[in-house]
């Protein structure tokens, strides 16, 4: 049995691994991307396995990746450019899912102003018909009607402003974490 070749980052002791086997290192970037080298995007099931990994481990310590290969890599310069690429990929991420959660905001924003112009208008309306309500049912019940309809055109920016944007913020934090991560090559030796 060979002694492995050790190349890219060092793993500080204190952090969850998270392991990826694959054959060679090309498998773990996105084949279609023509970038150069050190800008490829990671593939999708690749990045889904990191993302999953990293969810469901701790916080509190650091991340690091072990990418074990079957086939030796060309240099220790392509583990060095592999781990750049990767922690580049998931800072990528992190921005994507920044400007994914300023849209949300302002999307809320505009969305908030929207429901409570409708809001005021309905309960105005509703408050106008209420010297008529003795009239009859039917005009009891279209105020009624009003009422509602102003509180449920605030559904969509409480539901923003309350649950939406957490999620969002989560992965950014999550990506930021994946992208300061440490990237060990783990591969047998080069053949003589």
């Known amino acids: 049995m060979t002694t492995p070749s050790f190349y890219g980052d060092e793993i500080p002791l204190e952090s969850h691994i998270i392991e ?10 996105d084949s279609l991307d023509p970038s150069p080298f050190i800008a490829l995007d990671v593939d999708d099931d690749a990045q889904q396995y990191i993302v ?7 916080t509190h310590l650091p991340l690091a990746l072990a990418i074990h290969l079957r086939e ?24 994507f899912a920044t400007r994914r959660l300023k849209d ?11 429901g409570l112009g409708f809001l005021a208008a309905a309960l105005t309306a509703a ?13 009891a019940i279209f105020r009624e009607g ?24 989560d992965d950014r934090r ?5 992208a300061r991560m440490p990237v060990r090559i783990v591969c047998p030796p080069p053949a003589s």
């Open 72 to 95: 030796p890599i060309e240099s220790p310069e392509e583990a060095r450019d592999a781990g750049e690429a990767i922690r580049e990929h998931f800072t990528r991420q992190s921005g």
């Open 52 to 58: 999953d990994s990293a969810k469901v481990l701790s």
């Open 20 to 29: 990826v086997r694959i054959r060679k290192l090309r498998q773990l970037f």
């Open 174 to 178: 999550l990506f930021d974490r994946l």
């Open 104 to 114: 949300l905001l302002h999307d809320g924003g505009i969305s908030l102003a929207i």
């Open 146 to 169: 009003l009422v509602i309809c102003g509180w449920v055109a605030m559904w969509r920016p409480i539901q923003t402003f309350l649950y939406d944007w957490w999620p969002i913020l």
């Open 127 to 139: 408050a106008a018909l209420g010297k008529w309500a003795d009239v009859g049912h039917g005009v």
